[in-house]
C-alpha cells in the first residue's frame, strides 16, 4: 500500500488548516496513488470511522454551504487503510477509532473554532497598536494545539496498539 509521507501530510495539514471537501480529500489520495472512492469515504463516516462534515457556508450571494471535513481525516484515513492491510475486521477497526477518537475531534473542531474567533477579532482590530503582538501569539497558540493534537493522536495510537498486542496475547 502507499502511503502519504509526514512531510506531505504536514504541508497537507498547513493548508488546509480549515478544513477539506470530500473533493479535496479525494485529491490527495489521487495525488498520492492512493485508491479512495467517494463512496468509501462516505460509507467510512456512516461507520462512525470519520467525522461527518459540518456544513459551512460560502462567502456571496446565492452560493450556499459546502460540507467539510477536519483535515485530521487524511490520517485516519490512511490509519484505516493500514489496519485493512494488517485484516482488521470493520468491528475492530471502529472499537479502535472509537476509543478517543470522537473526543479528539471535539477538540480539534472547538479550537479550529476558538482560532477562527480571535483571527476575526484581530481583523477588526488589525490598526491597533498591539494587534501585531497579539496575532503572532495567536499563531504561537495555534501551532501549540496543532501539536497537542498530535500529541494526544499519538498516545491514542500507542494505547490501542498495545491494547491490540494485549488482545493477541490471550487470544
Do not use: C, N, W
Not at 498520492?32 to 461527518?52: C, D, F
Not at 495567536?138 to 493522536?153: F, P
Request: net charge positive.
Amino acid at each position: 500500500m502507499t502511503t502519504i509521507d509526514e512531510v506531505a501530510l504536514s504541508r497537507i495539514e498547513s493548508e488546509h488548516a480549515a478544513g477539506l471537501t470530500s473533493a479535496e480529500i479525494l485529491d490527495v489520495f489521487a495525488t498520492h496513488e492512493i485508491a479512495l472512492s467517494e463512496a468509501t469515504l462516505r460509507k467510512y463516516v456512516q461507520l462512525g470511522l470519520l467525522p461527518r462534515s459540518v456544513r459551512v457556508g460560502r462567502k456571496g450571494k446565492h452560493q450556499g454551504s459546502q460540507g467539510i471535513y477536519p483535515v485530521s481525516v487524511v490520517r485516519q484515513v490512511l490509519r484505516i487503510k493500514a489496519m485493512m492491510a494488517q485484516s482488521y475486521t470493520i468491528e475492530q477497526i471502529q472499537r479502535e477509532f472509537l476509543f478517543m477518537r470522537s473526543d479528539l475531534q471535539v477538540l480539534e473542531q472547538t479550537l479550529t473554532s476558538i482560532f477562527r474567533k480571535l483571527e476575526r477579532v484581530l481583523r477588526e482590530r488589525r490598526g491597533e497598536a498591539y494587534a501585531k503582538v497579539m496575532a503572532r501569539q495567536v499563531v504561537d497558540a495555534r501551532s501549540v494545539s496543532r501539536d497537542l493534537m498530535a500529541r494526544l493522536g499519538a498516545i491514542e495510537t500507542r494505547l490501542t496498539s498495545r491494547s491490540r498486542l494485549e488482545q493477541a496475547a490471550v487470544s
